[in-house]
């Protein structure tokens, strides 16, 4: 069955540090990424995808990804982050077209100044 | 484009009484929704996926007759908690697929807040 593991449950980075968050797959072909971000009491914005193709993937907001299928991981990373990048961010599969997405529990991200 | 609605944001009921939640495609249509339930501090978890025109797919563990899902049309999906306890106090999103178009990408409402006394 498919799963995603995000390993941190709470990250702390101080504002213009660089990020990663990790992301693990478990899943036997060639798995569809994505990376969520969540504002408290918000919906899900979707932040950037892996399809195929290259392995970094550059999303919105600064925020970028690489697929390492040896690794079996997706690692969200940013250069700097911003007091304002203070979010739940969750990673999801999803395993065909059509299928709902399977989530991780997500990393909550604290920005200090 | 790919704007999701849910409608309400925010809905206070009392126990015993049942609540509908409606999600729209406003501006594609949508053959097949999913609706997820997220608890404080957890990760999203399915509930059923809900498909135009015909019974919705309910995840191990749901109770169907406990949340109705219908989907009648292709541009809204309704969600009704009916008989709502406590428990079922939760934040319920749901995300629908663009019709026609094989593609792996779903577009999230912004959420239903709902709070059971």
């Known amino acids: 069955a498919q799963s995603v593991t995000q390993p941190d449950i709470h990250i702390t980075v101080s504002e213009g540090a660089s990020l990663e968050l990790r992301c693990n797959y478990s899943?036997?072909?060639?798995?569809?990424l994505f990376w969520y971000v969540q504002s408290p009491g918000q919906g899900l914005q979707l932040l950037l995808k892996y399809f195929s193709g290259d392995t970094l993937v550059q999303g919105i907001k600064g925020f970028e990804a690489e697929f390492k299928r040896s690794q079996s991981s997706f690692n969200l990373r940013k250069p700097s982050v911003h007091w304002s990048d203070a979010a739940e961010y969750f990673c999801?599969?999803?395993?065909?077209?059509?299928?709902?997405?399977?989530f991780g529990k997500g990393t909550t991200l604290s920005v200090s100044s | 484009g790919a704007v999701v609605s849910q409608h309400p944001s925010r809905v206070i009921c009392k126990s015993g009484t049942s609540v509908k939640i409606e999600c729209r495609s406003l501006d594609f249509q949508a053959t097949t929704m999913f609706w997820y339930r997220q608890f404080p501090k957890k990760s999203l978890m399915l509930m059923a996926t809900s498909n135009e025109g015909s019974k919705a797919t309910y995840e191990q563990g749901v109770e169907k007759d406990k949340f109705l899902i219908n989907h009648a049309s292709l541009t809204l999906s309704t969600l009704t908690v009916t008989s709502a306890h406590p428990e079922d106090s939760s934040f319920y999103i749901c995300?629908?697929?663009?019709?026609?178009?094989?593609?792996?990408?779903?577009?999230f409402g912004p959420g239903t807040r709902l709070t059971v006394t």
């Open positions: 899943y036997g072909a060639t798995p569809y």
């Open positions: 995300s629908a697929r663009v019709s026609g178009i094989t593609s792996y990408e779903q577009y």
């Open positions: 999801a599969v999803g395993a065909q077209a059509g299928t709902a997405l399977i």
